[in-house]
Nanobody, 127 residues
Framework: VQLQASGGGLVQAGGSLRLSCTAS????????TGWFRQAPGKEREFVAA????????SYSDSVKGRFTISRDNAKNTLYLQMNVLKPEDTAVYYC?????????????????????WGQGTLVTVSS
């Protein structure tokens, strides 16, 4: 599966952005998916994940209550709605998909559990 992330940009603290990740090549509903981010000089970190059917989600503590992950399998698209953005949310955001064999309801939080990655989209939050 190929992934294409979009929607990043420059926003003031307290603002909102919605990231999208469009998948092509395979049946999107087979894949558990997630969002990760990487700030300059830091390791890539988990942000949010959603199961194949969308029934289960997981968030990092740093974004819980501010970000919402969702997916539309009919449109082959993954979303990340980001509200109340903070300067520390500044990073390149990556969407990812697992190997396409996960059980319904399972979410993954580790980079090692994902096999496919989008190219990343930059989010910059100014103070």
């Amino acid at each position: 599966v190929q992934l294409q992330a979009s929607g990043g940009g420059l926003v003031q603290a307290g603002g909102s952005l919605r990231l999208s990740c469009t998948a092509s090549g395979r049946t999107f509903s087979r894949y558990g998916t997630g969002w990760f981010r990487q700030a300059p000089g830091k390791e890539r970190e988990f942000v949010a994940a959603i199961s194949r059917g969308g029934g289960s989600t997981s968030y990092s503590d740093s974004v819980k209550g501010r970000f919402t992950i969702s997916r539309d399998n009919a449109k082959n698209t993954l979303y990340l709605q980001m509200n109340v953005l903070k300067p520390e949310d500044t990073a390149v955001y990556y969407c990812a998909a697992d190997q396409g064999r996960s059980v319904m309801g399972v979410v993954h939080r580790s980079t090692s559990q994902y096999n496919y990655w989008g190219q990343g989209t930059l989010v910059t939050v100014s103070s």
